[in-house]
């Protein structure tokens, strides 16, 4: 039997060919995935959207994904790791700024040394907030007794993209050798959650070669993974990187928008009270990009607050924004962008994934920070 779009919008249970035509929605079709997507958000989360204060580590990385401007190979790139009182300053610039949450994101690295490091550093911060922060890790594929070093330590959400859920595309994303292995990256998933980390995944969106297809496969592994959160955003080329040449295969910057959107509401209408980052990548290609994601279904938002001098160097893409800027220039907008689009700010709040503590109360476990 055909459907119309809005019977399509409004199904039960949602098939790969509904995600499919819910992807190519254009016009009126467009604004009532929109419309629905937002009256889940209010109904499933509210309009309240809570902050992750992004430190960027460092940019020294093991890896070469083939799209990413802070790989290994990337001589260009000067390399900076952020000393221990520029971490425990951002964390207190959190804190002054009433945070609820800092993301520490980094390249990727699994020496001895940096797990040690970034251990002694979760105490320290779990000890300046006096627990009151709430600590995301976005540091790539680790063993599981690094991450149940971490999560003992006080970090408790783990953002780790699977990038693209379709094997064959990822490996045409990344060099083919055992440090860049699909099904690596699959096992640290679960790693991630049996240490009992609430867990985040993502994929990048308009990749070349990307099919709607591979797209709606990827809300479907979110699904079937049952995540916690999802972090996700247009790819964006950087020029210094090997992904740069498929250039030619790429749809424009604004389609790679639209669709970055149009995965975002198909996402919320899928999982309903999971936590959707609105990504930085969106904010490069339109100024308002990560407050339309919000509007059309996001409720978390990542403010760069590492210290000004080095995140000029966190370029993982071409045309990052705000590298030039202090934090405080970005924090001082928060709340009037977020009211321009009827939304406000959980200060002090974690903001942890609604979808997560319905599971723990499932399972009788009780969770406070
Ligand atoms: N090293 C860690 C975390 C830092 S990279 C990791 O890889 O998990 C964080 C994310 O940046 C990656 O997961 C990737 O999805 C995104 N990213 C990297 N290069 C990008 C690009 N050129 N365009 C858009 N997103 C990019
Ligand atoms: Fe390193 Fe992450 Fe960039 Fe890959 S995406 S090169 S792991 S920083």
Redesign the pocket.
Known sequence: MLCNFKDIINKKVLEKQDLITMLNAEGDDKVLLFKKSREITDSAIGNKVHLRGLIEYSNV?VKD?L???IRKSNRKQERYTLLDDEVTQCAQYALDNNYGSIVI????RTDAVFIAKITGLLKEIHKISKGALGITL???EQSPDTYKAWFDAGAHRYL??I?SSTKQLYNTIHPNNALHDFDNRMASLHNIRKAGFQLGTGV?IGLPHQSMENLADDLLFFQALDVDMVGM??????SDTPLFEAGHLLKTKQERLNLAFKMIATLRILMKDINIAAAT?LQAIDPMGREKAIKYGANILMPNITTGNFRNNYK??DGKPCTDENPADCNACIDVRMGMIGSSVGYHEWGDSKHFKKKQTKNNIVWEP
């Open positions: 990385c994904c799209y990413c401007g994101q980094a390249g990727e976005s540091l790539g780790l993209r990038e990048m955003g247009p790819y964006i080329e950087h990548a993982l893409y």
